[in-house]
């Protein structure tokens, strides 16, 4: 049953996440005493430069080695082909991240300039270059782990680095200052590549007993290249547009606005990446193998309205309980400056939900060859944020940026939910209609009741709990079983 796997590949990633969550708390107060506001910014900027110059330079690459291999694991003559496969791949990330490379020395000057705003930073970017093609060697160990759905031994590395890494930051930013800082950056990187290379050595190539050497001794193969330059294309031309419409869409906000407006709204974007952090690795990495290996349109419904019924049972607590009590938890967490971000709150979380069912009809896309229907679609998504932003931010304040996050999945769940019924013949089960009109009028009628009828966040808080314990009820009597057993494994450790 798809339901009971994601539940099981989620709550690997949950331990992971809340300590990661709270070690991430306590570093960047640790940043804000030892560094201060000049720390904090070249840290951020530092590690934003490398992991979008990894992004960049991926374009999408490990993406298709990760549906070469869900596609092809099961086969007797698999042990070969994945020695080819990651022959393939090396192969043309080498020569992507070698062009990279020259392109970022030979224009150094001028891109410290523009991430770091002086050039007496640019030993700073000099070290994100050298740590950059760490995070590219480490997506073939990965996209190992990941074609397998080995999303246990993902949150167990994860879960390792995490720990490993603040021992080592404390030392080094105590001692050392910015300077220690900058130097954790690659540390942290090397880290990972270790701790990813061993589960990919000991959960994935030993079952093939196979080792690297015969992985460079492999033969390149022309069909899994040309496959991998596909993906290379779309991602160079989606990548890229994403990358422009995040950067001009922030512009006009500064401008229209002021930068403090993005600091009000920052406490739902980090909430929301907080939830999405439990949620989105699981579905990305279970769901593109699972939908790689379908063998029918059938199965690929069947998984499909599963994620659907997953996800919006999931957003029942976390909209019907944040919406009353949102002005009451964001002094405790900020500080009472942040207090109007409430405003939104409810809005913004209602698009995380739409943005979520519209994620999981999305990732059909790829994994089942239409990485270009994909790509087209990631485009007109990013014009269309970009004319969200610059025509209603101008009109209705950050009203208008809160629109971002809801137009695009209201349009797209409907044009990709409808391309799949053309396509594959598609439904969304009716048992599945109602959980996901349930979430959607409950939360409505949250705002509507703290809007408009009892201006007590207690008593709305109360009706939330309510509706979200009546949700119980549209659980099938196997799912109930699921969470009871799921709830008493967890309270008997």
């Not at 080592?168 to 130097?183: D, E, S």
């Not at 019924?421 to 996901?436: P, Q, S, T, V």
Request: hydrophobic share 55%.
């Amino acid at each position: 049953m798809e339901l009971k796997i994601l539940i099981k590949n989620t709550s690997y990633l949950v331990t992971t996440k809340i300590v990661n969550f709270f070690i991430g708390v306590v570093r960047t107060k640790l940043i804000a005493i030892f560094l201060g506001t000049l720390g904090a910014g070249i840290i951020a900027q530092l590690t934003s430069i490398v992991q979008q110059m990894s992004i960049f330079t991926l374009m999408s690459v490990n993406e298709g080695l990760v549906k070469q291999i869900a596609e092809n694991k099961d086969k007797e003559s698999f042990r070969s082909e994945l020695a080819y496969l990651l022959k393939s791949y090396i192969a043309i990330i080498t020569l992507l991240t070698v062009i990279c490379l020259i392109f970022l020395f030979v224009f150094s000057e001028e891109i410290t300039i523009y991430v770091f705003g002086d050039l007496k930073y640019q030993n700073y970017f000099i070290i994100g270059l050298i740590s950059f093609p760490v995070l590219i060697i480490n997506s073939i160990s990965f996209a190992l782990l990941k074609g397998h759905k080995e999303i246990k031994y993902i949150a167990q590395s994860e879960l390792i680095v995490v720990v490993i890494d603040f021992i080592l930051f404390v030392p080094l930013i105590y001692f050392w200052g910015i300077t220690g800082a900058v130097i954790f950056v690659p540390l942290s990187l090397v880290t990972i590549l270790i701790v990813n290379n061993y589960f990919a050595r000991t959960k994935v190539l030993s079952k093939y007993i196979l080792n690297y050497k015969d992985v460079f001794s492999a033969t390149i193969n022309r069909k899994a290249i040309k496959e991998l330059f596909v993906f290379a294309g779309v991602g160079l031309t989606a990548g890229v547009s994403l990358i422009i419409s995040e950067i001009a869409c922030r512009a006009i906000v500064v401008t229209k606005l002021g930068i403090d407006q993005i600091g009000i709204y920052s406490p739902l974007i980090a909430w929301a990446g907080l939830f999405t952090g439990f949620i989105m690795p699981s579905l990305s990495t279970y769901l593109y193998p699972r939908f790689s290996e379908a063998k029918s349109d059938a199965e690929v419904s069947g998984v499909l309205n599963d994620v659907l019924r997953f996800v919006s049972f999931l957003m029942v607590p976390v909209l019907f309980l944040s919406i009353p009590i949102r002005y009451k938890i964001i002094p405790i967490f900020y500080s009472n400056e942040f207090i109007s971000a409430g405003d939104y709150l409810p809005w913004h979380f209602i698009g995380i939900l739409l943005f979520l069912w519209m994620y999981a009809l999305r990732a059909v896309l790829t994994p089942t060859g239409r990485i270009k229907t994909h790509g087209i679609i990631v485009i007109i998504m990013s014009l269309l944020d970009f004319g969200v932003v610059y025509f209603c931010v101008p009109l209705f304040g950050l009203y208008g940026w809160m629109l971002k996050y809801i137009a695009s999945p209201v349009l797209f769940f409907v044009i990709i939910l409808v391309y799949l019924r053309k396509l594959m013949g598609f439904k969304i089960e009716k048992r599945n209609k109602y959980i996901m009109y349930y979430v959607l009028f409950g939360s409505l009628l949250l705002i509507v009741f703290d809007k408009f009828v009892f201006n007590d966040y207690k008593l709305n808080l109360l009706i939330g709990m309510v509706l979200t314990g009546l949700s119980f009820w549209l659980l099938s009597d196997t799912e109930r079983k699921i969470i009871i057993n799921k709830f008493r494994s967890v309270m008997a450790r």
